[in-house]
């Protein structure tokens, strides 16, 4: 076909008639020579010109050539060129949005751990048994499993907004029930409350990466997932800090402990409600201009035959997707145990520390912290999902095994340098297995995959804290982190043997996205010709009448 002759082409398909093409041309030589065509010296030639581009054009029609790829066609370069590029564009809103999603979610967490780091306390002002105390935060686990499949498939069908609102109002309606709690008679209602929050976490816990994938550019998606996850390890670390301080051990005044948890649960509750409306105010489904080139390619809401149960199918059928459910499970689920744990490991070894034990566990989460952000910054540059997860693993494995065997030692200050060291590899991997995660999954659903991490993620922490909290009681905290310790080697033989395909970033550099794009071309399409046929028949009635 010759380059910048066919100007205009459309295709009209009749019942039972066949194609009918029509070309125009416009040139400024045949405006001012419109009978120069049928001049006797070139009318042979130029009726057999006309005739090829006919026959050219029947070849391939505009739906197949407007979905060609940057390898494929000939004419209409510029319009094939605007459609391979789709349009993009960052709003300055995701810094908001990530902001309120990360401290919704610190509060959750707070919530999670301020039971389990003063277990002490709570067993003396209630009157029960450390692991009616330890349950509190195991419950956090428990309610994750079974329903995590509800709540993505209601991120998958409604959105982002809808989830976000239900995670942040269940942990403001939770908070404020705790208030209602604060009396040695009434542990049966400080239970519901924490159940609550747990379902409220449901919601929180697997939209890291959606947050990241849907506001967020190719550049900065993984630096903004580690901020959100990050958002819920500072809760965590405030959990440990905050309890030990505003309510001290005083078992001689039953009325100070309870005014001292009364304060600290008002004060959660204000700062929840406080986040819920802003939520309400900031958060929204997506922006009005995709980020990149992966979320361009995907269409705005799950299309009429989209299947939940075999998207969940799909990631089951992923290889290398259940090895990474298993590997993530194992460091998740070991950082859980720990956490859940650490104030009676610290208490059997050291006396009378429940504020050091508090101290500990925020050296331990800060350090992630940082960890999580320098991963997620270095996975930005370099897009080394498989390696660095791997060497994170290997310095998680050996973080533990100097913790484990120098906690004992009598030195309280060896043990804040060790569980730095261990809290900046373990907690440092949770933003990654996200990440990684998404990227061999695509283009399934952010937040299926990451809630099938975070559901495995539940059971083995649930596992390992029953299990290390009865090695823990019975032969103390060296045979619970040895058990910690043999499956974290598990993990590593595990995580050496994933496949690495870094499906979302092929797409955002252009490579193997024939497909997604054809899709999304074809649904463009669709569209179009319905709003054709639609306009013609309201043609047809108005004639009518």
Same mark, same amino acid.
């Given at each position: 076909m010759v380059a910048g002759e066919l100007v205009q082409e459309h295709l009209r398909a009749g019942t039972g008639a066949p194609d009918d093409i029509t070309v125009g041309r416009?040139?400024?030589?045949?405006?001012?020579?419109?009978?120069?065509?049928?001049?006797?010296?070139?009318?042979?030639?130029?009726?057999?010109?006309?005739?090829?581009?006919?026959?050219?054009?029947?070849?391939?029609?505009?739906?197949e050539r407007e979905v060609m790829l940057p390898n494929g066609g000939g004419g209409g370069e510029g319009e094939e060129e605007e459609e391979k590029r789709l349009e993009t564009r960052v709003y300055a809103r995701r810094f908001a949005v990530l902001a309120v999603f990360s401290l919704y979610s610190l509060v959750n967490a707070f919530q999670w751990i301020q039971y389990s780091i003063i277990t002490n306390v709570f067993t003396q002002y209630y009157g029960v048994t450390n692991d009616k105390v330890d349950w509190l935060s195991i419950v956090y686990m428990v309610a994750y499993v079974p329903l995590i499949f509800p709540a993505t498939w209601l991120l998958d069908r409604k959105g982002l907004r809808l989830t976000a609102l239900l995670g942040a109002g269940l942990n403001c309606a939770g908070a404020w029930l705790k208030c209602a709690s604060v009396n040695p008679q009434l542990f049966a209602v400080t239970v519901t409350a924490q159940v609550i929050c747990s379902v409220a976490q449901v919601f929180i816990l697997g939209l890291p990466s959606r947050v990241a994938s849907v506001w967020f550019g190719p550049r900065e998606v993984s630096t903004a997932c580690a901020t959100a996850v990050l958002g819920n390890q500072l809760g965590t670390a405030i959990g440990f800090l905050l309890p030990p301080v505003l309510v001290p051990n005083t078992p001689d005044n039953v009325e100070l402990t309870g005014h001292n948890i009364m304060i600290m649960f008002y004060g959660t509750a204000a700062v929840s409600t406080v986040l819920f409306v802003l939520a309400v105010i900031v958060i929204k489904d997506r922006p009005p201009l995709p980020p990149s080139q992966a979320q361009a390619v995907l269409p705005d809401s799950p299309p009429e035959d989209y299947s939940y149960k075999q998207s969940i199918l799909n990631l089951v059928k992923n290889k290398a997707f259940v090895l990474l459910l298993i590997t993530y499970g194992i460091m998740t689920g070991s950082f859980y145990s720990v956490s859940t744990l650490l104030n009676q490991m610290i208490m059997a070894c050291y006396e009378n520390q429940e504020l050091n034990a508090g101290r500990i566990g925020l050296t331990l989460v800060v350090a992630g912290m940082v960890g999580s952000i320098l991963c997620g910054l270095w996975l930005d540059r370099t897009k080394l999902y498989k390696i660095t997860t791997l060497i994170v693993y290997i310095l998680s494995f050996v973080g533990m095994l100097v913790f484990t065997f120098t906690l004992d030692l009598k030195n309280i200050h060896l043990v804040f340098v060790t569980a730095g060291v261990l809290g900046f590899f373990m907690t440092g991997y949770l933003p990654l297995g996200f990440e990684f995660g998404v990227e061999i999954t695509y283009p399934e659903s952010e937040?299926?995959?990451?809630?099938? /991490?975070? %559901?495995?993620?539940?059971?083995?922490? *649930?596992?390992?804290? #029953? +299990?290390?909290?009865? @090695?823990?009681?019975?032969?103390?905290?060296?045979?619970?982190?040895?058990? /910690?310790? %043999?499956?974290?080697?598990?993990?590593? *033989?595990?995580?050496? #043997? +994933?496949?690495?395909? @870094?499906?979302?970033?092929?797409?955002?550099?252009g490579a193997d996205s024939n497909h997604l794009k054809a899709g999304y071309l074809e649904r463009r399409h669709r569209k179009q010709r319905s709003s054709t046929t639609d306009d013609l028949t309201k043609n047809d009635c108005e004639h009518t009448d």
């Open positions: 416009k040139e400024p030589e045949d405006e001012e020579r419109p009978n120069e065509a049928v001049h006797a010296g070139g009318a042979g030639e130029t009726i057999s010109k006309r005739a090829q581009e006919l026959e050219e054009d029947k070849e391939a029609p505009p739906d937040g299926t995959s990451s809630g099938l /991490l975070n %559901a495995f993620a539940q059971i083995f922490g *649930i596992i390992f804290t #029953l +299990i290390q909290g009865k @090695l823990t009681t019975d032969h103390g905290p060296l045979s619970g982190n040895l058990f /910690l310790c %043999a499956w974290i080697f598990l993990g590593i *033989i595990l995580t050496a #043997l +994933i496949k690495s395909e @870094l499906k979302r970033h092929n797409v955002n550099m």
